[in-house]
């Protein structure tokens, strides 16, 4: 693949202008939209809780961290080696140096959204948005 060519699944095209454009809690704060439905994901004790969410589209989807440490929400598999992965796709989005920060977004189309913390990669985690 050509320097500066870089090519992204639908999905995490999709999650990411989402993540940019939509109102709402979105990556970088954002007010609040009552009527958007929410789902909260904390990271405690170096994992994702719940680890699997099921939401629907347009929902925000907020992580928050409870830990002393940094954490990432990265897409993808850890180790996983695909010319359409990028690594830090969302890690660059979603990054939360310590306790109290968070990160959320809004996915716009059906997909499974897998993620990890790129600084500790055992911390896993799903996200499958369905059509509401």
Known sequence: ?????????????????????APGPVAGGGGEDPTRPAVAVE?????FVPAE????????ITWTNLDDFA??????RAGDVRDDFVEGALGELGEMNGRGTMFSLVVTEPATLAYFCRYHPNMQGVVQVTRS
């Open 1 to 21: 693949m050509p320097v500066g060519d870089v090519r992204r699944p639908p999905a995490v095209a999709a999650l990411l202008l989402a993540a940019a454009c």
């Open 43 to 47: 990271i405690d004790t170096f994992a």
């Open 53 to 60: 969410v099921t939401v629907p589209v347009g929902t925000a």
């Open 71 to 76: 954490h990432t929400v990265t897409s993808g």
